[in-house]
């Protein structure tokens, strides 16, 4: 199969995936709406924003360093070590998680309350669960057999949804936040145990295996990415924070289903890259620089196509927004604001990549530092005055700033 078919089918599979996910979360978010308003979207954001902080933090760029390890230096216990140091990392996380919690101010109607804060201890084990979803997906992109992480994500996201509807039925309002919130990580459990069953078949038996050498060698090789994940991360949740502590728990809900919403865009370039990603690796690690920057060329040209295209899309039918529940009509301005920066988006999802295909880490990291320094700075200052509009206006300006830099890097690398 060209590697054309290739890219195309798994970035298709892994669309239909988060298509089909997707659709099953929209319902689900519905669901939820309907049962408790704004308040209470608001506070599942809270307590989903707060735990979603610490996966990306489980993954720290373990990935992308193994899957360069693998190609540069084949080892047959490097996948071994890779899950034993993916479950370790993931269990000291849900300790610090845990932890913080104590130091989290909050309110009933602002900030993290105690109904919040039960929430959060609930959904803490989701930390480990993701780590083993985030581990098996490196193993089907080595493989280029991403169909199979889709079958994991559709199984997972339909048995929250049967959960979710029954919950519905069983429980009152009161208790659904909670029953909610056990449902999402019941899914999250079967989609990495089918997820893992799958890997299994794809890359052969998976033990755990305490190899401290491999181990120093991913951190270290994932490092500099792993600290720009670290700064992505706070940069992508300072707002929801700040928009948390200074402001109502309504503002937190009509901007956290706008945000919601635009999530579901950005799976586009990121599926997309993991399709294309170990290609880039393979041309550029074999010194065949005009098939890699004919491949940079093509991915550009289609994300900032999607990008475009996507964004028209959402831009029209954001006021659709009103028929899950009157008062969430006010989501469809930072929803329209958001959409504006979204070819910033996709653009940034190959800029990163290119700046650690080309070693260009640390540059990276002081992007990305910079931008989280200003980032939240701006929040700080404007969120309190402004609202929920002012946090969509911050993230795509930090966005395009992250973009403008990325590419002055890349050109000046090239001279």
């Keep these: ?29 519905i669901i939820l709406a309907k049962a408790l308003g704004v308040d209470g979207y608001g506070d599942f954001t809270k307590i989903t924003t707060y735990v979603a902080f610490f996966y990306l933090l489980s993954d720290f760029g373990l990935n992308a360093a193994y899957l360069q390890r693998t190609a540069d230096h084949p080892s047959t216990t490097l996948k071994h070590s890779l899950l034993t140091l993916r479950i370790f990392i993931g269990s000291i996380l849900m300790l610090v998680t845990l932890s913080l919690l104590a130091f989290l101010p909050g309110t009933v109607g602002q900030g993290y309350s105690t109904v919040v804060k039960m929430g959060i201890i609930l959904f803490i084990p989701s930390i480990l669960f993701q780590s083993l979803i985030t581990t098996a997906n490196v193993f089907f992109q080595e493989r280029l057999r991403y169909e199979r992480a889709t079958y994991a994500l559709i199984a ?25 919130v056990l449902s999402n990580l019941c899914g999250l459990i079967t989609t990495a145990y ?29 490092l500099p990415l792993g600290v720009t994940l670290i700064f992505n991360v706070i940069y992508f949740h300072a707002d929801s924070v700040i928009l948390t502590i200074t402001r109502s728990t309504s503002e937190v809900g009509i901007y956290g289903l706008a945000y919601k919403f635009f999530e579901f865009t950005l799976v586009v370039p990121t599926f997309f890259m993991n399709a294309v990603l170990p290609l880039l690796i393979q041309a550029y690690s074999q010194k065949n620089m005009s098939m890699y920057n004919a491949r940079i060329k093509k991915s550009l040209l289609l994300l900032l196509v999607a990008s475009v295209a996507i964004a028209i899309i959402g831009w029209i039918a954001s006021p659709l927004i009103v028929y899950i529940r009157p008062e969430f009509a006010l989501s469809s301005v930072p929803l329209r604001i958001l959409l504006l920066g979204l070819p910033f988006f996709y653009i940034s999802n190959i800029t990163m990549w290119i700046l650690v295909i080309k070693k260009l880490r640390f540059h990276l990291i002081g992007i990305y530092g910079i931008s989280m ?21 911050i993230t795509v300006v930090s966005e395009f700033f992250i973009v403008v830099s990325s590419y002055i890097i890349i050109i000046l690398d090239k001279k």
Excluded: C, D, H
Aim: aromatic share 14%; net charge positive.
């Design 194 to 222: 089918v997820a893992m069953r799958l890997a299994k078949r794809t890359i052969g038996p998976l033990t755990l295996l305490w190899n401290p050498k491999e181990m120093k060698q991913i951190i270290f090789a994932a």
């Design 373 to 393: 320094i200003v980032n939240i700075a701006l929040n700080m200052y404007f969120i309190p005055m402004y609202g929920y509009n002012a946090a969509a206006w």
């Design 1 to 29: 199969m060209s590697n054309k078919k290739v890219v195309a089918l798994n970035t298709m599979s892994q669309l239909i995936g988060k298509g089909v996910s997707g659709v099953i979360s929209f319902i689900i978010s």
């Design 156 to 180: 997972g996201s339909l048995f929250t949804l049967l959960l979710v509807y029954l919950s519905s039925l069983i429980f009152s309002s009161s208790l659904f936040l909670f029953a909610f």
